[in-house]
């Protein structure tokens, strides 16, 4: 038993409605599931905001019944897109599964649950794991336990709160677009916000727990957005929803037909009040269907293409702008894991080349344009380019200068040695100091016959140790001439290794070679990345 009241529930419901519309682009920002068209969180917000618009409209006084019809039916007719429609079939559920309970505790909010599920589920077709559904049914759990434990209703408000947003954390391990993009459900995350706010305005509390555990900003996996654009190989262009209003339509029959005419289908409500929605590349056929048993209202026609490249267009903006800094960074490199590395220290364009490919002015000018800072620090990473990259820093109209790096890892260092609230010249000068602590060591295989810097031969075949542009080793394994060469660069006086292995170099060899370092070289820290540069198996740093 409880001392809640109508008003008091009328209240949280417009307060939930509220909550999450002040988070709708929040939930927008995550959708890539079905089709990114980015507006889970317009639709969700839209669909409650018709039910408190339909509360508002009851006579004082009415009775929980006439509340509960009242929620169902704005919910049918606010229902926006699939998630909308879902939406709508959950707080369905939630009064008829209310209905059978005289009072509000426990027990009867388990019950609720249970049929707000039961009511989703038959709702859609082909349920996926992952979504909005995945986290009715671990809330509905939640409640379901918390009845069994005999928790008192605060606490089990709670507790099935924190079982929505740990629900929504594990939305990508359940679907793998999610996992790929990086994101959790959108549709899961704004059902745990309305439950969320829901919850604090029925308890009076001032905050919602998804702001205490600060949910979106350092969930696990994180919740951030990428710049994408995988409209290619949806097969289906146009969102369309509407109202119908028969006393004749069979809803399987409906739904067979829409199954037909696209995915995403759903039917819902009862006679003489239906929702429809589907996603489709022929809306007019899908009219002309409603249109023959019955009348059709509140028609809505989405292109989705249009709404994804929009979506698009919206987050490479709002990237743009938050990506704006005092010093940007381009750097030179060949190999994905070398790439990856510089991003993750800071640097914005990565032009390909190093070795065995230099780029051009114009190719280093080109990625400069493309930073959007104060001024740009281009890193060549190799001897060869380096008289490029000063023409382009002298003709580019962004402030623009160059750190003379001969090599990714020494990249690294000079990175480390950067800061942003320093000027151009200043870091120019501190990056480069740092180079001069740092011996590159490059191991590849002789193509032609030579002679190393100290008049030894060298046959075609031959693997070869280079120390700063010069052969200071030369054998028949990779392992034993980078050890040679580590003795020939005196790394016993050093601190730090860099290895970074190449695209034929097998982690198994990495690994192997990792180990043998280490075990001549006791007082050295070794720390060895995936470069995937080609032709030079092991290139490495100390310093």
């Given at each position: 038993?409880?001392?809640?009241?109508?008003?008091?529930?009328?209240?949280?419901i417009?307060?939930?409605?509220?909550?999450?519309?002040?988070?709708?682009?929040?939930?927008?920002?995550?959708?890539?599931?079905?089709?990114?068209?980015?507006?889970?969180?317009?639709?969700?917000?839209?669909?409650?905001?018709?039910?408190?618009?339909?509360?508002?409209?009851?006579?004082?006084?009415?009775?929980?019944?006439?509340?509960?019809?009242?929620?169902?039916?704005?919910?049918?007719?606010?229902?926006?897109?699939?998630?909308?429609?879902?939406?709508?079939?959950?707080?369905?559920?939630?009064?008829?599964?209310?209905?059978?309970?005289?009072?509000?505790?426990?027990?009867?909010?388990?019950?609720?649950?249970?049929?707000?599920?039961?009511?989703?589920?038959?709702?859609?077709?082909?349920?996926?794991e992952?979504?909005?559904?995945t986290?009715?049914?671990?809330?509905?759990?939640?409640?379901?336990?918390?009845?069994?434990?005999?928790?008192?209703?605060?606490?089990?408000?709670?507790?099935?709160?924190?079982?929505?947003?740990?629900?929504?954390?594990?939305?990508?391990e359940?679907?793998?677009?999610?996992?790929?993009?990086?994101?959790?459900?959108?549709?899961?995350?704004?059902?745990?916000?309305?439950?969320?706010?829901?919850?604090?305005?029925?308890?009076?509390?001032?905050?919602?727990?998804?702001?205490e555990?600060?949910?979106?900003?350092?969930?696990?996996?994180?919740?951030?957005?990428?710049?994408?654009?995988?409209?290619?190989?949806?097969?289906?262009?146009?969102?369309?929803?509407?109202?119908?209003?028969?006393?004749?339509l069979?809803?399987?029959?409906?739904?067979?037909?829409?199954?037909?005419?696209?995915?995403?289908?759903?039917?819902?409500g009862?006679?003489?009040?239906?929702?429809v929605?589907?996603?489709?590349?022929?809306?007019d056929?899908?009219?002309?269907?409603?249109?023959?048993?019955?009348?059709?209202?509140?028609?809505?026609?989405?292109?989705?293409?249009?709404?994804?490249?929009?979506?698009?267009?919206?987050?490479?903006?709002?990237?743009?702008?938050?990506e704006?800094?005092?010093?940007?960074f381009?750097?030179?490199?060949?190999?994905?894991?070398?790439?990856k590395?510089?991003?993750?220290?800071?640097?914005?364009?990565?032009?390909?080349?190093?070795?065995?490919?230099?780029?051009?002015?114009?190719d280093?000018?080109?990625?400069?344009?493309?930073?959007?800072?104060?001024?740009?620090?281009?890193?060549?990473?190799n001897?060869?380019?380096?008289?490029?990259?000063?023409?382009?820093?002298?003709?580019?109209?962004?402030?623009?200068?160059?750190?003379?790096?001969?090599?990714?890892?020494?990249?690294?260092?000079?990175?480390?040695?950067?800061?942003?609230?320093?000027?151009?010249?200043?870091?120019?000068?501190?990056?480069?100091?740092?180079?001069?602590?740092?011996?590159?060591?490059?191991?590849?295989?002789?193509?032609?016959?030579?002679?190393?810097?100290?008049?030894?031969?060298?046959?075609?075949?031959?693997?070869?140790?280079?120390?700063?542009?010069?052969?200071?080793?030369?054998?028949?394994?990779?392992?034993?001439?980078?050890?040679?060469?580590?003795?020939?660069?005196?790394?016993?006086?050093?601190?730090?290794?860099?290895?970074l292995?190449?695209?034929?170099?097998?982690?198994?060899?990495?690994?192997?070679?990792?180990?043998?370092?280490e075990?001549?070289?006791?007082?050295?820290?070794?720390?060895?990345?995936?470069?995937?540069?080609?032709?030079?198996?092991?290139i490495?740093?100390?310093?």
């Amino acid at each position: 038993m409880t001392d809640y009241t109508s008003n008091d529930i009328l209240n949280a419901i417009a307060a939930a409605s509220k909550g999450l519309s002040a988070r709708k682009e929040e939930v927008n920002r995550l959708n890539v599931f079905p089709v990114p068209d980015g507006d889970t969180g317009t639709n969700m917000s839209l669909t409650v905001a018709m039910v408190v618009e339909t509360l508002a409209k009851l006579p004082i006084g009415s009775s929980r019944e006439d509340m509960r019809k009242a929620i169902t039916n704005g919910a049918l007719m606010g229902a926006r897109g699939n998630s909308g429609v879902i939406t709508s079939q959950i707080l369905r559920g939630l009064c008829e599964g209310s209905a059978k309970c005289d009072t509000l505790d426990v027990s009867s909010v388990s019950i609720a649950f249970d049929q707000a599920v039961a009511t989703a589920f038959h709702a859609v077709r082909k349920p996926v794991e992952g979504t909005i559904l995945t986290v009715l049914k671990d809330s509905a759990a939640a409640a379901k336990k918390a009845a069994k434990k005999k928790m008192e209703l605060a606490e089990a408000f709670d507790f099935i709160v924190e079982a929505a947003y740990d629900s929504v954390k594990s939305t990508p391990e359940l679907l793998p677009v999610l996992k790929e993009n990086n994101v959790v459900d959108a549709g899961g995350f704004g059902l745990a916000i309305l439950m969320d706010s829901f919850v604090a305005a029925i308890l009076g509390r001032g905050g919602t727990l998804g702001d205490e555990l600060a949910f979106a900003r350092t969930a696990e996996p994180k919740v951030e957005i990428e710049h994408i654009n995988d409209w290619e190989g949806s097969k289906y262009r146009y969102c369309n929803e509407f109202l119908v209003d028969s006393d004749t339509l069979d809803k399987d029959e409906a739904l067979d037909f829409l199954a037909t005419m696209g995915d995403c289908e759903l039917c819902v409500g009862s006679t003489p009040k239906f929702k429809v929605h589907v996603h489709s590349n022929t809306p007019d056929k899908v009219l002309q269907y409603f249109l023959e048993r019955g009348q059709i209202s509140e028609v809505f026609i989405h292109n989705m293409q249009l709404q994804a490249e929009d979506r698009n267009d919206k987050l490479a903006a709002e990237q743009h702008a938050a990506e704006h800094k005092a010093l940007g960074f381009v750097a030179v490199a060949a190999g994905s894991g070398n790439v990856k590395i510089l991003e993750s220290l800071g640097v914005d364009a990565v032009v390909s080349g190093g070795q065995t490919m230099n780029p051009s002015t114009k190719d280093l000018l080109d990625a400069v344009n493309t930073v959007d800072a104060d001024a740009v620090i281009i890193l060549p990473n190799n001897s060869n380019i380096i008289m490029a990259a000063n023409s382009a820093a002298e003709v580019s109209e962004i402030p623009c200068a160059v750190v003379p790096t001969k090599s990714v890892p020494a990249a690294f260092s000079a990175l480390f040695a950067a800061d942003q609230d320093a000027g151009l010249d200043e870091n120019v000068d501190e990056m480069t100091a740092a180079l001069e602590e740092v011996k590159t060591g490059e191991v590849t295989t002789a193509i032609k016959d030579a002679k190393d810097a100290h008049g030894g031969a060298i046959a075609a075949g031959d693997v070869i140790g280079i120390a700063d542009g010069s052969i200071e080793a030369v054998g028949a394994s990779i392992e034993d001439v980078t050890l040679a060469l580590l003795d020939a660069m005196e790394a016993a006086d050093a601190d730090n290794l860099t290895l970074l292995a190449g695209e034929e170099f097998t982690d198994e060899q990495l690994e192997a070679l990792s180990a043998r370092i280490e075990g001549q070289y006791d007082d050295l820290e070794v720390d060895a990345h995936r470069g995937e540069q080609p032709l030079y198996p092991v290139i490495f740093s100390i310093e």
